[in-house]
């Protein structure tokens, strides 16, 4: 076998890496590979082609499985190599997923050559695409895909970090660098990594291990004193050791907030990106690619209302993780409204946002594909949710067409599970119920800690429902759950919201898929679960949510109280995405503005039932199912339970405007 | 034996049975896995088998659906592909040409051709591995000429 890579003429790249990430010598060798192809020759085949080319490889027939695979092993993969046309999942569905929740490098395969569907891995993130039958020349240097991610998070990590924080970045560079190729050869670039380290160290050392600094989870009320701090400061001046001493939270490092601070960013300039385009304006994906779809968002509600310091900064995080969980929806549905698909685009970066690390990675990922990204923050989310129930806003998301991968594979997933979750969780909360009438700025706001999880798109919903006029089905959603809801949703917030909220996250996600596929589900699990990485990317969602229905609900103020207790989210995000296709994005923006961060998790109950209903009786006819959507304080089991209901009673609505509650969120005006 | 076996390999090229693709293969073929080829090419039939049956039944449906047809053959096509499998390849794509059109006599005559090249280089792969392995494990990819 020749091996087209020698890893030895890597030694004299690597050193020069090593300085700069940390890479051991012998890479490429070692890099560890995920491949995913439902037909077992071809699998065989590549499998044995990539031993060749010194790879560790890892073959999985099932794109479920290979979620499950990469969740349960952050940092355990370099990259996946997926094939496109997969019984269980859409290999662009699982594309998305990976991109939002691991960013990780996809490759796309198939026998399949003809342009549109290579454009489609294009559009969906994939940083390649190879033409079946895979040749092993093709394959020997996939390993440049991987390099350049980590440049290119390092790159945007350092652009987006303000210079105080440079070196933090810099530690968290290599840490990163090192993380993601350190599982190729973990021997020699720990070792390396760790002298590296060790030289690099600053102060911030203790703070953040070098090699692999354990992951911040970015709990619901972290990140509202986050929020909180920001807003303080204004969020120009927003410089991250500024924020880490009004957070004052120990054990937080600047790293850690300058690196949720870039995703933050991301996420409020995805919502007014994303604003602007659900408003109408032209679509803004294309153009800034890793921007378009959050900058709608962001700069729709998002940022208006963080700053004018009306929206809570739960609600922003529910409005980003609506709007991120739009996006996710967007690609789904159909889309009616191009800005929706922003949103989409949007609402995949913004759940990198909230991963933190691959922020840029994502956002570039998904932009390009505005439906790939929802499906990333779906799949995220759905990480954190996976456990309990399949993502399964994936498959909603991704159904639309975007990246399919994770969230073909998600949604399909966890349908079943979340649906059988969601419905028991929500039961008590039935979140759903709330937002009803609320008409979309409770849902918004409510949700969008909710939903925003989810959907990202949830929030963004708000502009598209409008068109929709589901309200009744939100409505019918929300019913039930409404008055379950209050109580119910903190509860799962609370302390055993996490847990919940996994389900519950999972059950949106599946909810977002069943929904209508396309609203993707609320990344906004995450958050609340602190299990994982979605976190971050929940409470994007979740912001995203709240904004998004803000400016105009004073309603839903109290919702977005909700937003913080983003538990709730997850759970809305399904919901919102079924009920409020045509919710009017200003009624959630002004909920989403009103909810104030302060209500977090605790108020929210309290919130919650205030402000669904007082949103329920003005809005519903805004909001259709956006009002589901925004109970967030509902917690995702209300959420969860709505959705259900929504999905069985046929939301066909929500899916009409489902293509747009992603994108909505994205016009989240920030 | 390495003889005849080399001339076995280029008849089957020359005949157009096979293509690159098997070369690839071959070229994987190592100490450790001393019988690659003839491991991937027997779950490709394996496999395989399964998407004959589905096709069938498909065409036994009426109407023809050619949505699912043509994914059907998709995969089928994907899968000859990557163990080299040229003639049958060929019919795939013809196939898939009568799908996208509609043409349910064109499809169903392709399939019998389909199926008889399918069954054609089954047939002579076994034989061509029977001999290799009698050839012993010193067969090296060797491109045809």
């Known amino acids: 076998m020749n091996l087209g890579v020698n890893p030895m003429s890597f030694t004299s790249s690597s050193a020069s890496w090593k300085s700069g990430d940390g890479v051991s010598d012998q890479f490429p060798a070692g890099l560890r590979v995920l491949v995913v192809d439902d037909d077992p020759t071809c699998l065989r085949i590549l499998e044995k082609m990539l031993r060749s080319c010194l790879y560790e490889v890892t073959k999985c027939s099932r794109a479920e499985v290979a979620l499950k695979l990469l969740r349960d092993n952050k940092d355990g993969f370099d990259i996946v190599i997926s094939d496109v046309h997969m019984p269980d999942m859409d290999g662009f569905k699982l594309l998305e997923h990976v991109g939002l929740e691991m960013d990780l490098p996809v490759i796309m395969m198939s026998a399949d050559d003809s342009k549109n569907v290579v454009m489609k891995g294009v ?379 996994t389900s519950k996250g999972m059950l949106q996600e599946e909810f977002n898929s069943e929904i209508k596929g396309n609203r993707g589900f609320v990344p906004n699990y995450d958050v609340f679960n602190e299990l994982n990485h979605n976190r971050t990317e929940d409470w994007g969602l979740q912001s995203v949510g709240s904004n998004f229905e803000a400016p105009q609900h004073s309603n839903l103020q109290g919702r977005l109280d909700v937003a913080p207790s983003v538990l709730v989210q997850p759970g809305f995000s399904s919901d919102r995405h079924i009920g409020i296709p045509s919710v009017n994005k200003a009624p959630f923006s002004a909920a989403d503005r009103v909810v104030n961060t302060t209500n977090l998790s605790q108020p929210l109950t309290s919130s919650l039932p205030d402000n669904p209903l007082r949103i329920k009786a003005e809005r519903l006819p805004d909001m259709g199912f956006q009002n589901s959507l925004f109970p967030d304080q509902f917690v995702q089991d209300d959420l969860m339970s709505a959705l259900l209901k929504q999905q069985q009673e046929g939301i066909v609505q929500a899916e009409a405007d489902f293509g747009f509650d992603g994108y909505h969120l994205d016009n989240l005006p920030v | 034996m390495q003889r005849q076996l080399a001339n076995m390999k280029q008849s089957l090229f020359d005949q157009g049975y096979l293509d690159e693709q098997f070369i690839q293969l071959e070229e994987l073929q190592d100490d450790a896995n001393p019988n690659f080829v003839e491991e991937v090419v027997t779950l490709y039939y394996r496999d395989s088998a399964r998407l004959i049956q589905n096709l069938e039944q498909a065409l036994e449906k009426n109407p023809l659906d050619f949505g699912k047809l043509d994914s059907y053959m998709h995969q089928f096509k994907g899968s000859s592909s990557s163990i080299g499998a040229k003639r049958v390849k060929i019919e795939c794509t013809q196939f898939r040409e009568y799908c996208r059109t509609g043409n349910a006599e064109g499809c169903k005559k392709t399939f019998q051709q389909l199926k008889k090249e399918y069954a054609t280089l089954k047939k002579k792969l076994e034989v061509y591995f029977q001999v290799a392995r009698q050839a012993g494990p010193v067969e090296k990819a060797c491109r045809p000429k």
Request: net charge positive.
């Open chain 1, 123 to 501: 559009t969906h993130g994939a940083c390649d695409y190879l033409i079946k039958p895979v040749r092993m020349e093709a394959l020997k240097n996939i390993w440049q895909h991987v390099v350049r991610k980590k440049k290119h998070e390092w790159k945007e990590k350092d652009f987006e970090q303000s210079g105080s924080v440079e070196e933090g970045e810099r530690q968290q560079k290599p840490s990163e660098d090192v993380d993601y190729s350190s599982s190729a050869n973990e021997g020699n670039w720990k070792s390396s990594k760790k002298r590296k380290d060790e030289e690099d160290e600053a102060e911030e050392r203790d703070d953040s291990s070098t090699l692999k600094k354990p992951r911040v989870v970015w709990s619901v009320e972290l990140h509202q004193q986050f929020v909180t701090a920001v807003n303080q400061l204004g969020i120009d001046k927003a410089v991250p050791k500024k924020i880490l001493e009004l957070m004052n939270v120990p054990g937080l490092t600047r790293e850690n907030v300058a690196s949720h601070l870039q995703k933050y960013r991301l996420y409020l300039r995805r919502l007014s990106g994303q604003h602007q385009n659900g408003l109408g304006n032209s679509f803004m994906g294309p153009s800034d690619p890793t921007f378009g779809p959050m900058t709608a968002l962001n700069g729709l509600d998002l940022q208006a209302l963080a700053s004018s310091g009306q929206l809570p900064p739960q609600s922003l995080a529910t409005i980003q993780a609506a709007a991120l969980g739009r996006a996710t929806n967007k690609s789904a549905i159909s889309v009616p409204l191009v800005d929706q698909r922003n949103i989409f685009s949007f609402e995949s970066p913004k759940i990198r946002f909230v991963d933190g690390q691959q922020q840029h990675n994502n956002s570039t990922k998904q932009v390009n594909l505005l439906h790939g990204i929802p499906t990333n923050m779906d799949s995220k989310q759905l990480a954190a949710l996976h456990q309990s129930a399949q993502p399964f806003s994936n498959m909603n998301r991704h159904v639309h067409s975007q990246s399919g991968q994770s969230n073909s594979l998600l949604t399909q997933m966890v349908q079943p599970q979340s649906r059988t979750q969601i419905l028991n969780e929500v039961g008590g909360s039935h979140v759903l119920n709330l937002p009803s009438s609320v008409g979309q700025p409770v849902l918004s706001q409510a949700i969008p800690s909710a939903v925003l999880g989810r959907n990202g798109i949830d929030n963004v919903h708000g502009p598209t429902y409008a068109s929709v006029s589901q309200p009744s089905t939100v409505v019918d959603f929300s019913r039930s759950q409404r008055a379950e809801l209050p109580g119910n949703s903190f509860s799962l917030v609370g302390n055993s919201g996490i847990p919940t909220l």
